[in-house]
């Protein structure tokens, strides 16, 4: 009997979280279910999402920036199709096959001149770690210097990189010529790092993920200036800011910098068929592929399928026709305008910022002396428990899904699609001003909630103290 795996779907949708529980990640669906995040989505198109019974979600997440170009994209679902259709040969290995030399292409055609070689791979992680292997190939150094609450990826290797500690607890010990971290603008500090002549990399997420962070001033171009003095690579990891999100083709042109090596993922899938780049220097790759019988010293199996390859450049397409970029620069800017103006009659609101529609809001203690005394409890407990319950709120409330920026962080940071307009800026900006609202309620509803994730929490601590109290957290 063939596969019918569109009734296998109708009869079984809404089994989600028990399959999950039982075969999967249980203690991200207790955690899921804690937030009430425990959703189960049948559908998507665009900026939305649509539950069983087709009600609407305003999807300002993206898959942690991979549907820059909206969920089922009917360009991304042709090219699809279009290779299904041609029955082409895939992944032969022993050959150069035309699609991936196509991508490349579109890639190169689009990076700055300088970056004229791509390396194919499945994710951003991936991708992280072939980019530190072609550092410590072309500089024969070990050592790689990193940023604090830096994220590059989960396997062993990028996960040496890491400034948050939640995701590196229990995983040690770690590659420890990685393991040095420099603080956002101590541009002295990492002058003296790389002084020693010994660092292959020095590695940037131009807007850092956990929390939106960048610098206020010139300590980027500083920071190139002193890596090319002492012959370090800069790497630039675009993974999420890459592709549009930020309001330009790439984060790093907002500082005008010119990277050895950058990291592509996320938005070059279309949604779809995962799919990772390294694009770098030529004669940094050739230092890596140096003579013949290491043509193939780095490789992976699916790197340059033709799914992934074929949704590439159909993203790419779409970027550039649909004018995404454009519109991130735009809409991000009316965002970043419209929530800051909150801050006058929400003293929650710290600071919104943020590049193109890649944003973070920070929240702090308020001023007024009731709200005082709820948020120094909910504190007590946990630094991000006021920014979840402003999540789960945004979720159960108005269907608007978002996520807190990191352990640690009372952030809650937002990554709608690129191809949001007024209508979804005025939704979220208005279900923002009216959960904050709530808040100001005391006692009220939202610390309610406030109150079982406090329980949540003591009762995680309780069962394993060594563990953060928050219930769920960013990647």
Known sequence: ???????????????????????????????????????????????????????????????????????????????????????????????????????????????????????????????????????????????????????HGLSLGSLSLMGCESFTEGFGPLMDEWDTRISLDDIDSLGRELAKRDVAAFVIEPVQGKGCKYPKGDFYQRAQELCRKHGTLLICDEVQTGLGRTGKMFGFEHWNLEPDIITLAKTLSGGYVPCGAIVARRDIYQKTFSRMDRCVVHSTTFGRNNLAMACGLAALEIIDDEKLIENAARMGEMLIQRIDALRTKHSFIKEVRGKGLIIAIEFHEPTEFKLKMAWKLLHKVDKVLFAQMVVTQMLSKHRILTQVAGHAMDVVKILPPLIIGEKEVDLFVAALDDVLTDCRKFPGPMWEIGQNFVRAAMGNKRATPQQPATPVASV
């Open 1 to 151: 009997m063939p596969l019918e795996l569109k009734e296998i779907i109708a009869a079984r949708l809404g089994e989600n979280y028990e399959l999950h529980h039982k075969h999967l990640n249980r203690t991200l669906v207790a955690a899921q279910r804690v937030i009430g995040f425990d959703k189960v989505y049948a559908r998507a198109e665009g900026a939305y999402l649509y539950d069983m019974d087709n009600r609407a979600y305003l999807d300002f997440l993206s898959g942690y920036s991979v549907f820059n170009v909206g969920r089922n994209h009917p360009v991304v679902k042709k090219a699809i199709r279009d290779v299904l259709d041609l029955d082409l040969p895939n992944m032969v290995q022993m050959d150069c096959s035309l699609l991936s030399g196509l991508l490349a292409e579109a890639i190169t055609k689009r990076t700055p001149p300088h970056l004229d070689a791509v390396f194919f791979c499945n994710s951003g992680t991936e991708a992280m770690e072939g980019a530190l292997k072609f550092a410590r190939a072309a500089t024969q150094r070990k050592r790689v210097l990193s940023l604090e609450s830096a994220f």
